[in-house]
Each structure stands twice: as C-alpha cells, then as structure tokens.
DNA sequence: TTTGTATCGGAACGATAGTTCCAAAATAGA
DNA sequence: TCTATTTTGGAACTATCGTTCCGATACAAA
C-alpha cells in the first residue's frame, strides 16, 4: 500500500558516512547532508533517526567495510610481512592519488568524540580489541607456521603495528612524500623480527 | 589612561587552549569558553579577535609548551632510548593518572581540521618538520657518540618514531591499561636497534 | 580632581543549528 | 479505479551559533 522509498538506504548510509569521515561529527550539519546527498530532511529522519542516531549508523557501516577488507588483504596474503606491508600500502596509496584526504574515519572519530558519549567510547573499545586480535592472530599462525621468527610477544606486536598504522592515518594527512611514509613502513615492519 | 585588563593575557589563553584542547575547534563554542573563562565575550573579541583567531593563538602556545618540553626531556637524558622512553612515558602518566584524557592537540587539530583551510596545515606541516628534524638529531648525536649501534636511516627512524608517538596519543585515548601502551613502547623503541 | 581612553557587562544582531510538522504526492493492494 | 498508507518537499519552530554594539565603568595621565 504505501508508496516507495525513491533512495537506497545503503546507498544514502555511504553519502553520509563520506561527509562524517571527512568533516567530522560537530562540522557536519544537517544541512551538509541535505545538499550532499540529495534527499529530504524529513526523510534522513523518517529513516535513521536523529543526527546521532545517523552517525552512529554511518559509522557502524565505516567499521564493516574496514575490517572486512582487512580481513581479506591479511587472509590472502601468507607471508605475515608481506601482508602487513599491503595493508600499510594502502595509506600510501591514498596519498599518492590524491583521492582520499580523510584520514581513518575511527581515529578521527576517537580523537574528536573521546572523551565523550560512553556508548561510542565502547564502540571504539570495542572496534580496536577485534583489529588487535586479528593481527595477533595473523602474527601467531606466521609463528606457528614458521613464516615469522621472533621471540617477541605476538599481541603485544599486535599492538603496536596498529598503534602504528593509526599513527599513519594520522601522518598521512599532512605529509605528503609518499617515499617518508613508505620508510616507516619498512622500518616498522621490523618490529616483526 | 586607559583602563587596565582585569585578566592575565597569558593565563586565559591557557584556559581557551585547554577547552579547545579536550573539545576541538568546532565543539567549542564561545559561550562555553565565556563560562570556562571567566571573563566577557567582548574582551575576549577585543583582546584576541574571533574564534579562529583565538583558536590559533592557543594552538601557537600549546605547540611551544610542547616543543619546549619536548626538547627538556631529550636533551636531559644522553641514552638515546631512555629519552624517548622517557617522553613515551608521559603519555603512560596521563593514562595511569586519568588526569589527561585530552589526547595530543596537534594530533586532534590533524584529525579534526585537516584538509581545510591552508594556513593551518601549513603550520601543522612545519610542526611536524620541526618534530622530526628534533628527532633525528637526538640519534644521530646518539650514534655518533656511539650510544646507539644500528645502520638504519635516522630520519627514517625519527619519523617512524615520531608516527608511533603520534598514534599512541590516539590509542591512549581509549586503551586504559597502562601495561599495554608499556608493552608497546618497549617494542617500538627496538627500532632504535 | 578632572579628563580621556580602553575595558567591561550584557543585550541584541542576523545566520544557522537540529528538529518537527503538515499538506501534497505517490504507490501497492482491494 | 479507488483507497489506504507512507514518503516527500518545504515551511517553520526553538535554541544556539559567532559577532557586534553600546552605555556604564574604571583607571592612567594631566
């Protein structure tokens, strides 16, 4: 019986999260989102519920997206160094076309809203306990498998690669000489030995 | 002949930077630095003129704090890799004590306002420049003096360093357990090996 | 003490914030 | 085709934004 939603709400969900990401929650106005994604007020709140409620959902699609493709370029890629420095090439890659400029959409959002709304804080918490555990299990099964020798503690390399590689995101957005980054990397990926 | 200031210049900056600080640019409003101030709208317009205005003022003087003590606790201490512990070793402080959970401000005013308006990345640029170049001469004197002993690149490793400062000023906002940001020092300061 | 000048307190400005409301439009089922 | 139901477009609401203005105040110099 009832008419249509003339928008795709996934659709909608990515205009949003690519106008938080890039400008942040407080610099994000309703209005901002009106223009840049083309539907209606009363229809962003009919759908997601208030400004809030719209970030939370943007951002929730950010952490899905993320970990997944982090979840693909780790598992494709045996050689634990070699996958690491994929990943890490993907910042670099940013830089280097010029297309994306906003950083780490969860390191903007940690150093912007935290202190802050506890709900969000343990999103955050939350977030970075599953990426840890990834790349420490990543780092344990190149032990295991014999890829990797070291004698250091795997979660606690964990740890510190993504320590890190948010480091990077942060760098990333205002050094613009692809071939500093790319050292780092190489650098960091020594931790691994 | 003209009246004098009822308020310390140097101290109110001090009180704007520590707003603009834990809330950032955008979630700082006027108002609230009139409340947390102290002192009235119109002074603070007369004495250091709109918000940006005021914002970079404070910002200029949290970047001299920081490069100032930056520089005390380097060059007090010879042992290459006791000094950075020792400056890693403050952001641990402010996790254990949960006096700080403001972050870094240059990191949040990275996040938060970069891209955007040039002046300011430019300075951000500079900050880094002069970061790192402090760096580097710390381990270059290091290795001369024979205090340090490895054949990697000491700019490539400040930087490096620098990064992983940078993204544990992000994580010490959500990771409470002081034992990890330890761990991980530990283990991003075997770069310096 | 008087005078001139800058500051102070607070009201007020227009613009924009987030949000709500409602009549008009549109479509899936009867 | 008609009807019931939901979305849509846009006006409108209140609160707050950054900023300005001005009369009252207070102090340094004459």
Same sequence: chains 1, 2.
Wanted: hydrophobic content about 40%; glycine content about 6%; some cysteine.
């Amino acid at each position: 019986m009832p008419r249509t939603k003339q928008f795709d709400e996934k659709e909608v969900l990515n205009k949003a999260m690519e106008l938080f990401w890039e400008k942040g929650f407080h610099a994000t106005s309703i209005q901002d989102l009106v223009s840049h994604i083309g539907i209606n007020r009363a229809s962003i709140y009919d759908t997601y519920g208030d400004k809030t409620a719209l970030f939370d959902k943007a951002f929730e699609q950010y952490r899905n997206n993320s970990l997944e493709s982090l979840r693909n370029i780790l598992h494709s890629e045996p050689d634990v160094k070699k996958g690491f420095q994929n990943l890490f090439q993907l910042v670099i890659d940013d830089v280097k076309t010029g297309r994306c400029t906003k950083g780490c959409f969860v390191v903007n959002t940690i150093t912007e809203l935290v202190p802050g709304d506890a709900a969000l804080q343990n999103k955050l918490v939350q977030n970075s306990a599953i990426t840890e555990a990834l790349f420490a299990e990543y780092i344990r099964n190149g032990i295991t498998s014999g890829n990797l020798t070291t004698s250091k503690n795997p979660e606690a390399m964990a740890f510190t690669l993504f320590t890190l590689f948010s480091g990077l995101r942060v760098m990333a957005k205002i050094e613009q000489n692809p071939s500093k980054l790319s050292d780092t990397i190489a650098i960091g990926l020594t931790i691994l030995d």
